[in-house]
């Protein structure tokens, strides 16, 4: 059975460009919530979807990052444009509305490198 | 405004001891009280959870102990092997979204 899957892995880019990161929740999974993670800020919660609506977005940084779900397998995480600071790393997780422990299932997370 | 402080931020375990990782909360409302646990290059996956209303649960090796007074929870690694070697956290969900503790590294020595 797949987990929740990412893309790219890894990205570097340079200061200024456009960076799109990717994600295939688990099917059936109704729920789902972009993180990012840095040594100095632990694991934030950027923006959470319910049924693809956006219901939380009140972890994103700035109006550089935009996030989509256009339909119930996939979700975009947008950064325009990008600012070293962004360097992190950022994961994927979707859960089910049924769980009883609310438990995330997270992607392996895509480490963004801003130079 | 974090809801959940975790301690001790590093921990360094001989093999077969006991690893105990705490986490204070602010807030009552949890539905439910996890750990997970996260290797290098993967993301965080679920270990353990407690309901609140469960003073102790126990997996194999490894135990939640939940003191809703003193409003911590904290987990404990029995018989700490190097396979233990991550990085723990603790977590609050709470309306549908989870907010994290900062991460224990446990670095098991053999």
């Known amino acids: 059975d797949a987990g929740v899957i990412q893309s790219p892995r890894h990205e570097v880019t340079e200061m200024g460009q456009e960076v799109t990161l990717r994600c295939k929740p688990i099917?059936?999974?109704?729920?789902l919530f972009w993180y990012r993670q840095t040594m100095m800020r632990g694991l934030e919660l950027l923006i959470y979807?319910?049924?693809?609506?956006?219901?939380?977005d009140s972890g994103m940084p700035e109006d550089r990052f935009s996030a989509k779900m256009p339909n119930a397998s996939f979700s975009t995480l947008k950064i325009q444009p990008s600012e070293p600071r962004d360097s992190a790393v950022y994961f994927c997780?979707?859960?089910?509305?049924?769980?009883?422990?609310?438990?995330?299932?997270f992607g392996e997370g895509s480490r963004l490198t801003v130079l | 405004q974090q809801q959940v402080k975790q301690s001790p931020q590093s921990l360094i375990v001989q093999k077969g001891g006991i690893s105990i990782i705490n986490c204070a909360y602010e807030?009552?409302?949890?539905?439910?009280f996890p750990w997970y646990q996260q290797f290098p290059g993967k993301g965080p996956a679920l270990l353990i959870a407690?309901?609140?209303?469960?003073s102790e649960k126990k997996e194999g090796r490894f135990t939640i102990s939940f003191n809703k007074s003193a409003k911590q929870f904290s987990l404990h690694i029995m018989d700490s092997q190097p396979g233990d070697s991550a990085t723990y956290f603790c977590?609050?969900?709470?309306?549908?979204?989870?907010?994290f503790g900062d991460g224990t590294t446990l670095t098991v020595k053999p």
């Open positions: 977590a609050a969900p709470r309306a549908g979204k989870s907010t």
């Open positions: 997780a979707s859960r089910t509305s049924g769980s009883i422990t609310g438990e995330l299932f």
């Open positions: 407690i309901r609140p209303d469960v």
């Open positions: 979807f319910n049924n693809n609506v956006p219901i939380d």
């Open positions: 807030n009552t409302a949890f539905d439910y």
């Open positions: 099917s059936g999974h109704n729920s």
